[in-house]
């Protein structure tokens, strides 16, 4: 990590003199190709210092595993058919003998150090920001130079508040009390949970029993500034809970909804309800693959066309099993239990023989990839976000098709009393073709959103069965709004649980938690009460 | 009869099926490999498969059939533990022979069986040995998260008494466990961040089958790269990765005793044969598919048990186990690798991969010769002196 | 005469006919007869029936007692447990930490401990073991245990008037609960390994073939006298109040009965024989660890009563026998397309034989004897009534 | 059972409210022993309602009810107050519709014990008891049918099978929610005049919307006429029927 | 209107339906008396197709309809108003009115008609409330309208007066004879109240043991033989 360091500020320094283009020696490329890891490491910084766009592209090429080497020890940066030639900035035909060179995490690490030493001095925005808070991680006092003069230059506050509490993290190691102090006092301001460990060790003790800080100034300044920061943190942990918790449950809803339908509102007891989610998340898969195939230019979309082909795919599946199974089971729902049984073996192992037993690759979108950091140390991903969003907006697209329209008020008739429904003129059988058929896509829907968060295979649908049907019942079954809040209230009762108690006790505790709480309501949260439902 | 039969105990279906199809379609290929080859003692080897659909009473049941329906001379077979628990006594009781071709926890030595995955100290210890290297990282605090359940329970126990001896801090150690299937990993990528402020930290994974995906997801997607807490896991290999988008894991670590990109001729030639059966029989996906550990293993397994059958001029299951012995093939992973003379268990080489882009793995460090595995842990009290049958 | 017509053929039928009675009996000596050629007759006899058939046969008995117990509860009360696994392996747990006891120092480590203790690194044995390694009071807890713990869960899920899905929902809560914490090591019950590697029972050696046939005797023994008690229970009036709380609770509440301890009785009685018949899995299947407990194995139990038919006692046992069968043929014989015929099989079973296998038996029955008077509107009129 | 007022059942203010909609109000009301007692009022008057708070089935909202002296309705639940004494027939037919009629009449039947698992498990008809079950099936009508599912009824025949549960039951207070709904002219009289034989031996309150049947029934006793959750008069069948009041809402004019 | 020819059924072996004809015209208001148990609602049901019928003929205004569903039916014009009610329990009784119109489209579908609600001034009441909660003399009042609203060529009420209050009964009566005057609707009453069937059938038919025993125009409707098939 030292040499790297020294490296990042001639790097830096050297920066804005970037000469024109140089070819590269040769001698100095050669100990990349080779095996020695402190030679490779070596070679690394040397290059860095020379801080040209050859050395840049060669970094980066390093660091993308595009930078190959052939037997005599040439070096070669890689695109597809073509290898540029750093030493004699010539591109030819990639050459068969070419093999790329393999980079560990520790190679990594000094090529990563490198770049965002360069990047300090980017003119992107978002590249300081990103090596800006790279430097965070690594705050040395050596550093303060460099940072200062990126400080400087600098003319984004944001940026300029983040070095300037990396120049005061790598402070409170400063042989000086006052500047110690002023460092600690700088920090209060900060977010970051990251100087935490470093302020707390100001507070502890030497074998000997004296404080590793001497200066009983800057411990009370210590004192003060890690209260402010543990309040900070205790806010943000809470938030995160929270959020956890409701992304936790947007994913039991999404995944329940459409049961909500089948099971809630038709009285089907779906067991193959996991299986559509299933066939919804395969769908996905497949218009990935299509895209890949004939769209790559276009990949990240290729959510927006799994949507409806997810609904329409297992609205299908479903629309059959219906006409062809189900039809003949109304009013026989326990029946229904056995028969979808049934139905999710025949279809997993349909799913087996076709795409192999193993799971298959559902890549997230790359504006679904990494997250947001808010509060200077949560986290939130694109894709839970994406989904929270999804799940509500699905929510209310059901809501309204139930409540707001003739085939919605058509649907619940038919569900409660089938033979009236045709006696006023209802055709019971098209009605209940179309509500398995919307319970069925909804389902696939949940199964996309499924396939951006976990694992797509044939079993993909066994875990989540399980979890479906309590949070249907626990919301009361055929209610709506009942399998939100059960959704919502498990996912957070979940994570509020899990710091507590570790992740198996919690979700025991929440399995107990859903015994006790249906003996206090014993129709579901949302029970309808009076006659009526006799 | 002038065929041997060779029964094959994989779940088809099931949970465990995502792991052990391909290992039941590597023995099919072998074995007709072996019988393209004018087959054993002269006689067509015949395979027997049945699906024990990972259930592990049906485990026992269909054991019992092969061995005494079926007649079958030796059974390749099994992933979990669980399930060779559940056959175990079968084999006893009816002294057949089992192969088991996947890393485990140890603390067994059965005379049935030869073991021909990896002990915990042919892969855990190495692994954890190398993250603690400079070149690995130099990592000071660990992250020993699991799925709940025996392997990784003992796994990390083992684990744990390593690291105390090498002078690490139950403070600087950090045991997770999650249920079985678990699929939301917020609270737990959350906590490793904040653990890992405290110092280099590293995770030693054994989250076993499903739930590895949806955890590198939360992973990557909380911003945490392998350069500033890497993950090194005992049971995430090429089969896998497959189902994964790999980019975000790049870096993260793997320990096996094979990886499908280790480059000799031995494993040229077994990937290149592997990839033509796969086609030929129009496996599903068949034009991605890989190799990996268990399934060398699996191949080892039945070209030693080859080895030890024309040694002993006999399919008879104790002239089979003599004669295992000391037998020794030239395996994929470029080693020679041995039957040990008296553990049941192979001697492996151990190999640390990173995970690269495409799903394959880029290994980073191997040992110079197989390793000799000790089924009995040396960090387990009372285990010591205990390493024969 | 009208009236006179409709009583015949719409009148109950009793529920085992005498020839269904000399059926269970020839049944019966069939099955004790298996393990006694098995012993008789050398192997490749004619007469020799393997041990595999015997084991396989020896494994069923105790599904379908399984399945029996769950029609008690489902069939004739309607009350829909999606957990009786639970009470199924804490039986076999019970019986199981007796065997474990028996191994006595030939496991692996030598000790005194179970091998999961020693390398736990556990000491001693947590209390709950305490005098497990008496035979008799392993037994007694074979039945204390489930029975407990449906009589607790039951009181307060029956007092709460908790019915229909809901409480089939928590039964699978309570299960699914149970197989998470019986998978944790450090619970005490081996973790996901469970029990295995038993040596011996009451002395005697566990894999000798001889107490193998008395294990299966001793297992038809029960499952024959669970099936009269519960026939004894279904046919006196309690029977008949059972299912009057299947069809109507409230109706019964309101001429004097208090469905909760009518309930409660089946329910705790069905995991009882739930447990028992774990107990004596086993031994026979020589191991028992917490996937009993997962949520798809109590749904099997539930498709086996389905299967054969439930509320008719016997329909259940049918269905245990035939869909393990075909599950054990199918799985050796067809190991990739198993699964569609079992899936086309529910399928089909329930378009067709909405009684389940014995329906079927019945319905053919009641065709060849009334031929005239088959009319295409039985089937109308039965959904009419439903 | 302490009747020693005379009354069998009191309601005191009982207040029965639905999410602020009163079903009954303030209601007040009593029966003597051996009364038959005719209740009429207009349709959503609370007649149902009021039989529901006397069974168990619905808890009012405020006011008490008793059962004679001591026992006090408001407390118990369903089944004690079945056993306590009280017999209801309901507005729609409930019988056990999986069962025969024989069954139907053998589970409602009077056991002199409490019935519980132990007395059911053991319980065995004795011949009297058939004999009881025998007459009462002639006395319904229901006889030759005694084998068939009650669910297979007609919806006459399933009145009058409940009827004969409720007498099967024999309790002190018969409570009979429209009775003879849905039967033709002939049958209602038979119900007329089977409830004027069990006049004196039980109390019994009626609820019809037959003004004939009423009227042959009520006698001279006295008719309560509900109205909006209240009483709204009370009185001869002929004085009620001449009331203004019982006109307007409900008898039409 | 309606014509019924040798209509014949069973439920399981025994037959309940035997040989039943009948006839209904245009305007006019047939009545179907018979004891309870006789076969009178399950003729009703045939009618509206929720039974399947053995043999015979059923002619809606000519048209054969013996095989049509019963959405189908009520599609040509006929509404039902079953014994036991049969209302939608959770909907609410706005929602129970507004399935009454389910064969209407467009605008019309919409529109309660202000009718219905002189007739039946508690469901304006109540408008919000669900069906199932409502007393049981309310929810015939509720079935009754639902069927109204349907403007039908052919209404069939199965004992339309069971549980309402005397007042209502009278309503109800002014309402069929008011339908009746229209001359353009078939009016099939199934009756136990014999005076008010009386009052309202210009036809009556009794059936006994699935049987057409009498039938007749309203002014033999007080004969002995009559009164003797519906005694006791
Ligand atoms: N659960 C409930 N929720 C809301 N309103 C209810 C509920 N139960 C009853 N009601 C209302 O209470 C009123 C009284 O109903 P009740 O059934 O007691 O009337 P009733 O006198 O029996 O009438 P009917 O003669 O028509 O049977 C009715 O207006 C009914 O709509
Ligand atoms: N689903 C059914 N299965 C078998 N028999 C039935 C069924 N429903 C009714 N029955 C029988 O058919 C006969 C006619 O019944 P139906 O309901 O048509 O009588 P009803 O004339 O309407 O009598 P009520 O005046 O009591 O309503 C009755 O004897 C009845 O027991
Ligand atoms: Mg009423
Ligand atoms: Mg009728």
Request: aromatic fraction near 8%; proline fraction near 4%.
């Amino acid at each position: 990590m030292k040499i790297s360091k020294k490296i990042l500020i001639t790097s830096a320094l050297c920066l804005h003199a970037l000469l024109a283009q140089a070819a590269i020696d040769p001698a100095l490329l050669k100990p990349l190709a080779g095996e020695d890891p402190d030679a490779r490491i070596a070679a690394v910084n040397q290059i860095a210092a020379l801080a040209n766009d050859d050395a840049l592209k060669i970094l980066n090429a390093l660091n993308t595993d595009a930078l190959y080497a052939r037997p005599d020890g040439t070096v070669l940066i890689v695109d597809d058919t073509k290898a540029f030639n750093p030493a004699t900035d010539q591109t030819l035909p990639t050459p068969d003998d070419a093999d790329g060179i393999s980079v560990n995490n520790r190679l990594r690490g000094v090529v990563e150090g490198a770049l965002s030493g360069l990047k300090l001095f980017s003119p992107n925005r978002k590249l300081r920001i990103a090596a800006a808070t790279d430097l965070m991680k690594t705050a040395d006092p050596a550093q303060i130079p460099l940072i200062s003069k990126a400080l400087h230059k600098e003319s984004d506050p944001e940026i300029q508040d983040i070095l300037q509490q990396v120049i005061a993290t790598a402070n409170l190691h400063s042989p000086d009390a006052a500047t110690r102090k002023a460092a600690v006092q700088t920090l209060a301001g900060s977010t970051n949970a990251n100087i935490r460990p470093a302020l707390q060790n100001l507070l502890n003790k030497n074998p000997d029993g004296s404080y590793i800080e001497a200066d009983p100034a800057v411990r009370i300044e210590a004192v003060r500034t890690l209260g402010v920061l543990d309040r900070h943190l205790a806010t943000v942990d809470f938030i995160g809970k929270v959020f956890y918790g409701i992304s936790l449950g947007s994913v039991l809803l999404l995944a329940a909804l459409g049961l909500a339908i089948t099971f809630g509102l038709m009285g089907i007891i779906n067991m193959a309800h996991g299986e559509l989610l299933m066939i919804g998340a395969y769908t996905t898969y497949m218009c990935q693959l299509l895209f890949r195939q004939y769209f790559p230019a276009a990949l990240d979309g290729y959510l927006l066309v799994a949507l409806p082909a997810a609904f329409i795919v297992t609205a299908a599946v479903g629309i059959v099993l219906e006409r062809l199974v189900l039809r003949w089971l109304y009013g026989r729902p326990l029946e229904t239990l056995l028969c979808t049984w049934g139905i999710s073996l025949i279809l997993m192992q349909t799913v087996r023989s076709i795409f192999g037993a193993q799971n298959v690759e559902v890549a997230n979108p790359s504006w679904m990839s990494g997250g947001v950091t808010v509060l200077g140390s949560l986290v939130l991903s694109y894709n839970r976000i994406v989904i929270i969003f999804f799940a509500l907006f699905v929510v209310l697209a059901v809501w309204l098709i139930l409540n707001k329209t003739r085939l919605g008020l058509f649907v619940r008739a038919v569900m409660q009393n089938r033979r009236m429904a045709a006696c006023v003129g209802v055709s019971t059988g098209k009605i209940d073709m179309m509500t398995f058929g919307l319970g069925c896509g909804i389902a696939g829907l949940g199964g996309v959103a499924l396939s951006q968060l976990g694992n797509v295979g044939p079993d993909l649908g066994q875990g989540y069965i399980v979890d479906s049907f309590m949070v249907v019942v626990l919301g009361g079954v055929g209610q709506l709004a009942g399998t939100v809040i059960a959704a919502f209230g498990l996912g957070e009762v979940n994570k509020f649980l899990e710091p507590m108690a570790g992740a198996v006790l919690a979700k025991i505790a929440i399995l107990v938690f859903i015994i006790v709480f249906i003996q206090k309501r014993p129709q579901g949260l949302f029970a309808l009460k009076g006659r009526s439902v006799e | 009869a002038d065929t041997i039969k060779i029964g094959i105990l994989h779940s088809l279906s099931g949970t465990m099926a995502i792991s052990e199809t391909s290992l039941k379609d590597v023995a099919l290929m072998t074995i007709d490999e072996i019988n393209a080859n004018g087959g054993v003692l002269g006689k067509k080897l015949e395979p027997v498969v049945v699906d024990p659909a990972s259930n592990w009473p049906l485990f026992a049941e269909k054991a019992r059939q092969l061995i005494s329906q079926d007649k079958v001379s030796v059974v390749f077979g099994c992933w979990t533990s669980v399930s060779r628990k559940s056959v175990l006594p079968v084999f006893k009781e009816l002294n057949s022979l089992l192969f088991y071709p996947v890393q485990y926890e140890g603390e067994e030595l059965e005379k049935n069986v030869f073991y021909t995955g990896a002990a915990p100290n042919q892969q855990a210890i190495p692994a954890t040995e190398y993250l603690m290297s400079k070149e690995g990282g130099g990592a000071k605090r660990f992250v020993l998260l699991g799925t709940d359940y025996v392997y990784p329970r003992t796994t990390n126990k083992i684990l744990r008494a390593f690291l105390h001896s090498k002078g690490v801090k139950d403070s600087d150690i950090d045991e997770v466990y999650t249920p079985f299937g678990h699929s939301d990993y917020q609270t737990i990528v959350a906590n490793i961040k904040k653990f890992s402020a405290g110092g280099k930290t590293a995770v030693i994974s054994t989250i076993n089958g499903d739930s590895n995906v949806p955890f590198y997801k939360e992973l990557g997607n909380a911003g945490l790269k392998a350069t500033d807490v890497p993950v090194v896991a005992f049971s995430v290999g090429e089969e896998e990765l497959r189902g994964v988008d790999a980019k975000p894991l790049v870096g993260h670590l793997a320990a096996w005793n094979y990886f499908e990109s280790v480059k000799n001729p031995v494993n040229t030639a077994f990937i290149k044969k592997w990839k033509a059966y796969a086609l030929a029989k129009n496996l599903p996906n068949a034009a991605t598919v890989v190799t990996n550990d268990p399934m060398e293993a699996t191949y080892v397994g039945i070209y030693m048990w080859k080895q030890a059958v024309e040694k002993a001029k006999s399919t008879d299951t104790d002239k089979v186990i003599a004669a295992m012995a000391g037998q020794k093939f030239k395996a994929p992973s470029g080693y020679e690798l041995e039957m040990d003379a008296t553990n049941h268990h192979l001697h492996k080489p151990v190999m640390i991969g990173e995970i690269k882009a495409d799903g394959q793995f880029n290994v980073v460090n191997k040992t110079k010769t197989t390793i000799r595995a000790q089924p009995w842990s040396p960090y387990i009290p009372g285990n010591e002196g205990k390493q024969k049958l | 005469m009208t009236t006179a017509s409709m009583q015949i053929s719409m009148a109950k039928t009793p529920l085992f006919t005498r020839p269904a009675w000399s059926g269970i009996i020839v049944c019966c000596v069939i099955l004790a007869l298996l393990p006694i050629l098995n012993l008789a007759f050398p192997a490749g006899h004619a007469l020799h029936i393997s041990s595999y058939t015997v084991a396989l046969v020896g494994k069923f008995m105790c599904y379908a007692m399984a399945a029996l117990a769950l029609d008690l509860v489902w069939g004739y009360t309607g009350i829909l447990s999606l957990g009786h696994g639970v009470f199924f392996a804490l039986g076999g747990y019970a019986h199981g930490m007796y065997l474990m006891r028996a191994i006595g120092r030939d496991g692996v480590y030598q000790s005194n401990l179970p091998d999961f203790m020693v390398f736990l690194d556990w000491k001693t044995y947590p209390w709950f073991w305490s005098l497990t390694d008496n035979f008799w009071y392993c037994m007694a807890l074979v039945v204390l245990v489930p029975g407990v713990l449906a009589f607790v869960f039951g009181y307060f899920a029956f007092r709460s008037r908790i019915k229909g899905v809901y409480f089939s929902i928590i039964t699978q809560a309570m299960t699914f609960a149970f197989m998470l914490l019986f998978f944790r090591n450090n619970t005490g019950f081996g973790g996901n390994n469970g029990f295995t590697d038993f040596k011996r029972i009451l002395g005697y050696s566990i894999t000798a073939p001889s107490t193998k046939a008395v294990l299966y005797l001793i297992t038809l023994a029960f499952l024959l006298g669970a099936l009269i008690l519960c026939r004894w229970i279904v046919t006196s009036k309690l029977g008949r109040v059972l299912q009057a709380v299947r069809d109507s609770e409230s109706r019964l509440m309101f001429i004097g009965y208090n469905p909760l301890w009518f309930k409660l009785f089946v329910w705790t009685l069905s995991a009882v024989l739930c447990g028992i018949a774990g107990a004596l899995y086993v031994p026979q299947v020589g191991i028992i660890n917490p996937s009993e407990m997962s949520p798809a194995n109590s749904i099997e139990m539930v498709i086996w009563a389905a299967v054969g038919g439930r509320g008719s006692l016997v329909g259940p046992i049918i269905g245990a026998f035939s869909v393990n069968g075909l599950k054990s043929w199918f799985t050796g014989a067809f190991p990739d397309l198993w699964l569609y015929a079992l899936g086309l099989i529910f399928i089909l079973v329930t378009l067709f034989m909405p009684q389940g296998i014995l329906g079927l038996a019945a319905n053919l029955k009641n065709k060849l004897k009334s031929k005239p008077a088959s009319q295409p509107q039985a089937d109308a009129s039965s959904k009419e009534a439903a | 059972m302490d009747t020693t007022h005379g009354a069998i059942l009191y309601l005191e203010n009982i207040t029965v409210s639905f999410d602020g909609f009163k079903a009954l109000n303030n209601l007040n009301l009593d029966i003597s022993v051996g009364e038959l007692r005719c209740i009429i009022g207009p349709n959503g008057a609370g007649k149902t309602t009021m039989m529901d708070v006397i069974t168990g089935k619905t808890r009012p909202t405020a006011g008490t009810a008793f059962f004679g002296q001591s026992i006090d309705l408001t407390k118990l639940t369903e089944y004690d107050i079945a056993h306590a004494g009280i017999g209801r027939k309901f507005q729609r037919p409930t019988v056990f519709e999986q069962h025969t009629v024989f069954e139907n009449l053998e589970l409602a039947m009077k056991m002199g014990k409490r019935l519980t698992v132990r007395t059911t498990l053991f319980s065995r008809l004795s011949s009297e008891q058939i004999d009881k079950i025998d007459a009462c099936l002639r006395l319904i009508r229901l006889n030759g049918n005694e084998r068939r599912l009650a669910g297979l009824l007609s919806h006459g025949q399933k009145q009058w099978l409940e009827i004969g549960m409720l007498l099967m039951q024999e309790p002190q207070l018969l409570l009979l929610d429209e009775p003879v709904a849905g039967m033709s002219d002939a049958e209602t009289a038979r119900t007329a005049e089977l409830l004027n034989e069990l006049r004196g031996k039980h109390s019994i309150m009626v609820v019809e919307h037959d003004m004939g049947f009423v009227a042959e029934i009520a006698q001279q006793g006295k008719v309560t006429v509900l109205h909006e959750g209240s009483v709204l008069a009370a009185g001869k069948m002929s004085e009620v029927q001449a009331d203004e009041r019982v006109i307007e809402v409900y008898l039409g004019r | 209107m309606l014509n019924v020819d040798q209509l014949n059924q069973y439920y399981g072996s025994s037959h309940t339906l035997r040989g039943i004809s009948l006839s209904l015209e245009k305007g006019k208001c047939l009545a179907l008396l018979g004891r309870n148990g006789v076969g009178k609602t399950t003729l009703l049901k045939c009618l509206m197709g929720v039974l399947p019928s053995a043999s015979g003929k059923i002619m809606l205004e000519g048209r054969d309809i013996t095989s049509l569903k019963p959405h189908q039916r009520a599609a040509l014009g006929i509404a039902y108003v079953p014994q036991g009610r049969e209302i939608f329990a959770r909907l609410s009784v706005e929602e129970n009115l507004l399935m009454g119109m389910a064969t209407k489209s467009g605008k019309q579908a919409l529109l309660i008609k202000e009718e219905v609600y002189e007739l039946f001034p508690v469901l304006k009441e109540m408008l919000q409330r669900r069906g199932g909660d409502l007393s049981g003399g309310q929810q015939q009042q509720l079935a009754i309208a639902r069927a109204l609203l349907a403007e039908p060529k052919l209404i069939i009420l199965d004992e339309p007066t069971e549980g309402i209050q005397p007042s209502i009964i009278k309503d109800i009566g002014r309402v069929i004879r008011l339908l009746r005057e229209r001359g353009n609707i078939g009016i099939l009453l199934c009756e136990q109240y014999f005076d008010f069937a009386r009052e309202l059938a210009d036809n009556f038919v009794v059936l006994s043991r699935g049987e057409v025993v009498a039938a007749g125009s309203h002014e033999s409707m007080d004969d002995e033989s009559v009164k003797r098939h519906l005694a006791v």
